[in-house]
């Protein structure tokens, strides 16, 4: 389990840094919670950004993904994205707990 990432959150930047990799697919998969329809290595075929590339879930970037799932539309791994980032959800707070 990765550690949970407390810095401040900006999901433009940490797309932008997925994109922008040695490998675009790999990294927006990682990064982001929801996957689309299309070429895995568009930004567009990819939704819910909640971590920077190379680290732990962030924990706003969390929220942020929570906040907006029910508002994201196109997902083809609904049930998996929601459960993915609860399970994250539960990471932060148990974190935020200690």
Known sequence: MADIDFSAWH????MSQAVNS??????LNEICAGKRAGDPELESSHALPHHYPGKGPNADGVRNAEARFNQTEGLSNKPEAKAHLDN????????DKK
């Open 88 to 95: 994250h959800m539960k990471q932060i707070q148990a974190a």
């Open 22 to 27: 040695a490998d675009p697919a790999a990294t």
């Open 11 to 14: 999901g433009s930047d940490a």
